[in-house]
């Protein structure tokens, strides 16, 4: 299991330095998105190039910053459910929502994405737009969306498993109730009475 994790660990290292990494990516399609407009005013001038650049780093940023979000726990889920259920239960829910659901599907998007890649690099296939960019790179950055997130799937069912069996502590971020839902629901009244420390 310590080799497992140790694999875990690398998997989380190199997708939290890629998805800290593409968040710049964000501030270049800005730029490009200013630059292109203040062209297009000030030169009566626009190409279709620079708004297809634009899609694509956020395409990038979506894609591979994808694996950091699951990390990070950041991914959608219903926690006026969820923290309503033993700390124990969750982690069951989450270990087999990865493997039954994930998985499965990040497996399936790795697999219908590598021919659909090789395709359009051997093909150098190009937009149909006048002017428009080179597709394959951005088709290659969905396929490397994905297999970021496999990877980080294998990850965090590894954490979880782990974290089940008492070899680690709690891995990753915990959501936190915005404190006016909390109070509504009574969260803050027995978190008092749990620490029962009167504050």
Not at 146 to 161: H, N
Request: with cysteine; hydrophobic share 55%.
């Amino acid at each position: 299991m310590q080799a497992l994790l140790a694999a875990s660990r690398g998997i989380d290292a190199v997708t939290a330095f890629i998805g800290r990494a593409v968040k710049w990516l964000i501030l270049v399609a800005v730029l490009v998105s200013a630059g292109n407009a203040i062209i297009r005013k000030v030169f009566d001038s626009s190409s279709n190039a620079w708004l297809e650049l634009q899609w694509y780093l956020f395409g990038a940023v979506f894609m591979l910053a994808a694996a950091y979000t699951l990390q990070q726990n950041e991914h959608i889920r219903i926690d006026v459910l969820s923290n309503h259920l033993a700390k124990r239960t969750r982690d069951w829910i989450d270990l087999v929502c990865h493997v039954v659901f994930l998985l499965p599907f990040v497996l399936m998007m790795v697999w219908l994405c590598v021919p659909f890649v090789i395709d359009s690099v051997a093909s150098q296939e190009m937009s149909m737009n006048a002017g428009g960019l080179i597709i394959w790179p951005a088709k290659a950055i969905i396929l490397a969306g994905f297999v970021l997130l496999l990877a980080q799937a294998i990850s965090e069912i590894i954490k979880r498993i782990a974290v089940l069996a008492d070899i680690i502590d709690e891995p990753s971020p915990q959501h936190a109730l915005p404190p006016s839902v909390e109070e509504a629901m009574g969260g803050r009244d027995s978190a008092k009475g749990d620490r029962g420390d009167g504050r």
